[in-house]
């Protein structure tokens, strides 16, 4: 228990939250949306976050006739009597001992539990509020653990994601119930979303909670990425960090080998893996009306997986014999295929490939690798909306396959690992116009039936459709300025109100709302550094750095390659 009270209750509601009278030596300006506070009760003490601070006055006439700038005597006069602060918490969860019986009590004291594992720990929903002038403390470390768990917690995948705003405490998420359920890490643009995104699934990867599947449209994740700011650096890449458990996959093996990345597979995609699906997914890109759509139905209903290559090589009059025999319209169909031609600049699109690419990819995610799929110049809106439709697609059906036989023989060894996808600018997938028909929204909605979920990132949020945000277990959300999007993010969270002032109060940098499914309770925090010393924390010791004339090598290849 901290030592000095902040202040103490004087009205509140289970719906609205407390309010809390500052005492005077507390200065208002410490106070700060976002910060966790306790409540000592009675019986039990609660966690609350705070989501508002105001200030009071004990009489009209003090506001109508202030005291002058220079009074500072009169302030002081005033302040705690006839001036004060308040602030307004939301209390998210409440912890009552069983008393000095129980073992894993000590005494009957609150400030007294000392937590061995969090199996000890049983934290409640409020069901309750303190009673009038029930004392409100700062959080300690203590707190923290009994909310959030420690990293080393023997019973569970805790992984420190962050800190809280004022304190060097880490704050955990579970990591079994992060990759269980789809998940989501928002912000605008700048907020640092990839940066958290290779943080979390650092985590994933070094706690062993499921394996990865990225596709990496900026070419952020796999390899080193430009730092953010204005010195010139670079971050390490996942199969940098993880020597031997990632793997990187090329859609655009030049830039992989103009940028120096090391050990990257090449991956192609051939028309006839290409289904209705896909090109209704990327519709839009293309500008295909569904009555072409539905006249690609019938072309696939008389070539089957070869309707593309066969409609790109027909002649008008080809078209127009098809249509007299078939029923089809054949200006659809010229327009189908006029459209189509633009698949030809995708350099990962071949008509026939050697062998199956996704097969290949498959096969190291069922040996418990980590994919990640890099687009490099192929990264425009088209070609990953493309290509990532196309390969989850076959993984999924793989996983359901692999699912139903787990089911059937409900043998251990048969249990498929869970998979997280993570997808980028995820409300191009999600959005209401085409959600119930692409893959990604099949897996939104499934939760983890078939042990397949999604890690969506996403500057957008509204725009995803509401049915999907719903079903997103955990949010990890940066600063978002439009209401809309704050509006999005609260879809389906009891009590979300309190807690719209404290997400557009976050910074721009290094700061997000963590809600959800992986955390007991809604927390701010300060995002954990990718640094040299997160390197060394997570443990990945068997990377090195190149000696510089190493890299002077590397870089002479690479010209010589460009021609230069």
Partial sequence: MSEQPLG??????????????????????????????????????????????????????????????????????????????????????????????????????????????????????????????????????????????????????????GQPLDMDVPICINLDRFVERSNGVFGKSGTGKSFLTRLLISGIIRKQAGVNLMFDMHSEYGWEAMKEGKDVSTVKGLSQLF???????????????????RGSQELFLSYNQIEIEDIRLIGRELGISEASLDNANILYNEYGESWIVQLL???????????????????????????????????????????????QVLQALDAGKHVVIEFGSQSNMLSYMLATNMITRRIHANYVKKAEYFLQTKNPVDRPQQLVITIEEAHRFLDSAVVHQTIFGTIAREMRKYFVTLLIVDQRPSGIDNEVMSQVGTRITCLLNDEKDIEAIFTGVSGGGSLRSVLAKLDSKQQALVLGHAVPMPVVIRTRAYDQKFYAEIGATDWRELPDEEVLAAAKIAKADLGF
């Fill in 8 to 161: 103490s209750v004087i009205q509140g509601s289970l719906s609205e939250g407390l309010e809390i009278r500052l005492y005077p030596d507390i200065s208002v300006e410490d106070m700060r949306v976002g910060k966790f506070l306790v409540v000592q009760g009675t019986r039990s003490r609660f966690f609350c976050l705070l989501t508002d601070v105001s200030l009071g006055n004990s009489s009209p006439r003090i506001i109508a006739n202030p005291p002058h700038p220079d009074d500072s005597f009169m302030r002081d006069v005033l302040a705690g009597s006839g001036t004060y602060g308040t602030i307004e918490l939301s209390p998210m969860l409440m912890f009552t001992p069983t008393g000095g019986n129980s073992p894993a009590v000590s005494d009957t004291s609150l400030g007294s539990f000392q937590p061995q594992t969090s199996a000890d720990l049983e934290l409640l929903p409020v069901k309750t509020i303190p009673s009038h002038f029930s004392q409100v403390y700062e959080a300690c470390e203590q707190d923290f653990r009994m909310v959030f768990g420690w990293e080393d917690d023997p019973t569970r995948k805790n992984f420190a994601i």
């Fill in 243 to 261: 020597p031997g458990q990632v793997e990187i996959y090329t859609l655009d093996p030049d830039s992989t080998k103009r940028r120096g990345v």
């Fill in 313 to 359: 090589n027909m002649s008008n009059e080809d078209i127009k014999i098809f249509c007299t025999e078939k029923q089809g319209h054949a200006g659809s169909i010229m327009s189908l295929q006029r459209k189509l031609m633009r698949l030809d600049s995708l350099k990962y699109l071949k008509t026939v490939c050697p062998h199956n690419y996704i097969d």
